[in-house]
């Protein structure tokens, strides 16, 4: 994980909030005049009691009342209207980070992606996300209005004397700047800790849970839940800490607020008994400071709260930032299939050597098999014609042209990839398969389904195609869920089908339908084939050994 400064990450996050400036400026003008009226409030009060003890204020009492009428109903309305605006900005703009976060995602997969905690990444997307909203809706604009109310109370409480408006400035930097920045350091990287352990639990947790079976079969409960009440007490001992770190900030912000209003009122008492201000130049300045101390307060709250949020924003924008290993290409070559091969490739995945030397070649409308120990590479060929990675040796081609020329786009379109494990969604069965081809029709769903022999068995369903599956599939069996693999690659209908293993978990009988299926297809389609069955073999027209990385 790449460790940012907080200015770095909060000057990242600002920088999105473009396409929202106008609502933001929206909100920071209401919650200025809000927190203007609502300290003056309490001013025009004072002014109201120098009015009844006979001193000349410049207004009658009937407007003082009139006005502190006015804005204390204004003050409610535009605090609600500040609040809605900051959080129609704030979930605006978690939708757009969380489309982001969605296609920086879809650019890493798979090869950046493979081995993830997945738990972590799940974290990421909702709970750290989630967390920016104090951000956006609290920080944002409290910052700018603090600010600019600042300027404007220090120049009124200055109007009585200029060192009464130092005093307010001194006091406004103190509660405002010097308490959280304070409150920040003492957190250290507190939040940053407790956000990537939270994300560690996540996974820890999601793992149980996939793997609950395999606990109770072999009797690892117990073991199972006291690692969990482990990383649980861990982070909950994290967030002690930065609970207490919010509890001494509270404690020394108030501290400093009590002592501030303490020494206006004395140099301002002193000042009168010097003759540099009148009366009311002790009572209005230390009303004014007293009332006025909102805006920083919610600046100084911030202090240890931030630290939890710019750790998750940290999070956040290592995944924005993160560079795929082949990025996809845009401005590329487009092509229609008239076969692939692969010449002299090497390929390893970090110091691990998988493939040495490899060339294979795949004519147009053949099936090629490959068949080998498992480890050996083939899987990973596979991979290397999808463009998942690319060669470091040697070259990759389709069409006579080497992948890494072809538009991204054009290239999964003439390539149909069937992985070992198909993933399912929590949908129905229907629009699982539908993956494959989005604007597919029920019959095409069907004609798809009867080729890689799994129409039968969605009918015997009491909901058909309907019928929802699980999360994860874990509602079928491997054969099923390796068949709807299988009629996702039908439909896509692409000319250049990768087949890893795809009767691997399937008897004789529905072997023999998707055999009969893919002999049918081989007219317009060709066919790369990985499997350790021989009887699946029988239709290769050409099968190539794949042994230590190296074909034979």
């Not at 907080?6 to 990242?12: D, L, S």
């Not at 199972?224 to 990383?231: A, F, G, I, K, Y």
């Not at 509890?247 to 108030?254: E, P, R, S, W, Y």
């Not at 390796?482 to 004789?508: K, Y």
Request: glycine share 8%.
């Amino acid at each position: 994980m790449k460790k940012r400064s907080g200015f770095i990450v909060m000057a990242r996050l600002i920088g999105l909030v473009r396409p929202l400036a106008g609502f933001m400026l929206l909100a920071v003008a209401m919650g200025l005049i809000g927190n203007l009226f609502a300290a003056f409030i309490t001013i025009f009060g004072g002014y109201s009691v120098l009015n009844i003890l006979g001193l000349d204020v410049g207004m009658p009492l009937a407007v003082l009342f009139v006005c502190m009428a006015v804005f204390a109903a204004a003050r409610g309305i535009l605090r609600y209207a500040e609040q809605a605006c900051n959080h129609f900005i704030a979930f605006k703009l978690l939708a757009l980070i969380r489309d982001k976060v969605f296609r920086a995602l879809r650019r890493l997969c798979p090869a950046k992606l493979e081995g993830r905690d997945k738990g972590d990444l799940i974290s990421v997307i909702t709970s750290d996300i989630e967390l920016l909203e104090v951000f956006y809706a609290h920080t944002i604009s409290p910052v700018i209005i603090a600010a600019v109310f600042t300027v404007i109370m220090c120049l009124f409480i200055g109007s009585y004397h200029w060192l009464l408006g130092m005093t307010a400035l001194a006091a406004y930097a103190a509660a405002g700047i010097a308490v959280p920045v304070a409150a920040s350091r003492l957190s250290g990287d507190g939040g940053l800790v407790f956000r990537t352990k939270s994300g560690e639990l996540s996974g820890f947790v999601l793992d149980s849970l996939r793997g609950l079976p395999e606990i109770l079969q072999y009797g690892r409960g117990e073991a199972r839940l006291s690692q969990m009440n482990e990383r649980n007490d861990a982070v909950s001992d994290d967030e002690k800490k930065l609970k207490q770190n919010a509890g001494l900030n509270a404690a020394a912000t108030n501290t400093v607020v009590m002592l501030s209003d303490t020494v206006m009122l004395l140099l301002a008492g002193w000042l009168y008994a010097n003759g540099a201000v009148e009366f009311d130049g002790i009572v209005i300045p230390t009303l004014a400071l007293f009332s006025s101390f909102g805006p920083v307060i919610a600046l100084a709250n911030l202090g240890s709260t931030l630290q939890n949020t710019f750790a998750a924003g940290n999070r956040v924008l290592d995944i924005l930032d993160e560079e795929p290993v082949t990025a996809d290409i845009t401005d590329g070559l487009k092509t229609a299939f008239t076969g692939a091969e692969a010449e002299h490739v090497d390929f390893a995945y970090g110091s691990e050597k998988i493939l040495s030397d490899v060339s294979v070649d795949v004519p147009e409308n053949s099936i090629i098999g490959l068949i080998g120990r498992s480890g050996s590479g083939k899987s990973t060929l596979l991979k290397l014609f999808m463009r998942f990675w690319d060669a470091q040796k040697g070259s990759v081609k389709v069409s006579g042209i080497k992948v890494g020329q072809i538009n991204t786009d054009n290239l999964r379109d003439v390539e149909s990839f069937m992985t070992q494990t198909t993933e399912l969604f929590h949908d129905s069965i229907k629009n699982n398969v539908r993956v494959a081809k989005l604007d597919a029709t029920d019959e095409e769903i069907e004609a798809a389904c009867k080729k890689a022999s799994v129409h039968d068995f969605v009918m015997t369903l009491p909901n058909g195609y309907d019928t929802l599956v699980g999360e994860l599939g874990d509602t079928l069996s491997g054969g099923e869920r390796q068949r709807i693999g299988l009629a996702r690659a039908f439909l896509h209908d692409a000319p250049f089908m990768l087949l890893d293993e795809p009767t691997s978990n399937l008897d004789s009988l529905n072997e023999a339908v998707i055999l009969k299926s893919l002999n049918e297809e081989r007219k317009g389609k060709t066919v790369l084939l990985v499997s350790h069955r021989k009887s699946t073999m029988r239709i290769a027209d050409k099968i190539c050994s794949v042994e230590n990385g190296r074909i034979s």
